[in-house]
DNA sequence: CGCTGTGACCGGGCGC
DNA sequence: TGCGCCCGGTCACAG
């Protein structure tokens, strides 16, 4: 599953990989195709897929960076900007090859969805097993309103306050907090792995109420958080089942995880309790987490 | 108008 | 072996 440190590995290896090169040509697979003339829309969410494949022909890619969990590429065409939007949902991963084959791992050479051929003459290619990721091709993001009401980024001076006055606005009041720090319209990037962590990390039970939490220990929390990411980030983000690189080379992360998926407390040794909050599965300590 | 709850999108993996 | 169900990031839409 791939969070904000995930998708920053991908965006700081496709960046140097792609960036100054030109589309030459888009192929989404049949089973995009499929699904459009179904009324469905796979992976390409704005557009008819010909139409996306037509509209990224000749385009110069300019610059790739994250922004939340989001990757954005700035493309330009006879001299209009456009931004191709990608999110990698649960299992979407990138690759630049040269040929297919070179995607080692079975399930992810099944599951080819968009083949975008360089000038370079590699293949910037898109994998994605359980197709959540999304493409879209956008003038500005206005076009996406979604993207427009994101929390900072969290390594941002103003995001830790963004979060408390976010906390102080009441439907967030009585939330449990580990929904509220994985909503990214609160803390942008932080999903069910760090927000586990992080919470562990803090001694906080993942149900408590947001106005249960003092400002002080909210501020830790948040600080706890950031933290968490930029390590994760340092050790290559976290591969739990499907993250890869775009060299197809798992994270390191997952060994440094001290309750996301553990049975034991590694601290105290008692067995971890798992509850559902928002919707989401939340393991916790019941004797360190309070 | 704004908030909340629910469904939709999927295939791997696991339990029975 | 085989079948059915659960999981999850995000958004659309209904109420």
């Excluded at 102080?168 to 449990?176: A, D, H, S, V």
Aim: proline share 4%.
């Amino acid at each position: 599953m791939p969070e904000l440190p995930e998708v920053e590995g991908v965006v700081r290896e496709l960046a140097p990989a792609v960036e100054g090169k030109i589309i030459k040509k888009v192929e989404f697979s049949k089973t995009v195709y499929d699904a459009c003339a179904a009324g469905k829309q796979c992976i390409v969410k704005n557009l008819e897929p010909s139409y996306f494949e037509e509209a990224m022909q000749d385009m110069f890619i300019k610059k790739v960076t994250r922004r939340s969990k989001y990757i954005f590429i700035d493309v330009e065409k006879n001299h209009q900007t456009f931004k191709f939007v990608n999110h990698l949902g649960m299992t979407g991963a990138w690759f630049v090859i040269h040929h297919l084959d070179e995607i080692h791992e079975e399930k992810f050479r099944k599951h080819v969805h968009a083949i975008f051929t360089l000038d370079s003459g590699e293949l910037l290619v898109f994998s994605d097993i359980r197709r959540f990721g999304e493409m879209r091709l956008l003038t500005t993001l206005e076009e996406h309103p979604p993207l427009l009401e994101m929390a900072p980024e969290p390594f941002a001076d103003d995001a830790c306050l963004y979060f408390l006055q976010k906390c102080t606005l009441p439907k967030y009041q009585n939330k449990p907090i580990k929904e509220v720090i994985m909503d990214g319209h609160v803390i942008s990037g932080c999903g069910n792995i760090y927000a586990t962590e992080a919470l562990f990390k803090m001694g906080i039970h993942p149900a408590r109420k947001v106005n249960r939490i003092s400002k002080e220990r909210k501020v830790k929390l948040f600080e706890t958080i950031r933290d968490i990411l930029r390590e994760s980030i340092e050790n290559g983000g976290s591969t739990i089942s499907d993250y890869r690189n775009i060299n197809g080379e798992a994270g390191g992360m997952q060994h440094r995880l001290k309750m996301y998926g553990k049975k034991q407390c590694s601290t105290c040794g008692s067995k971890t309790k798992s509850m559902t909050i928002g919707g989401r599965t939340s393991v916790y300590c019941p004797h360190c987490q309070h």
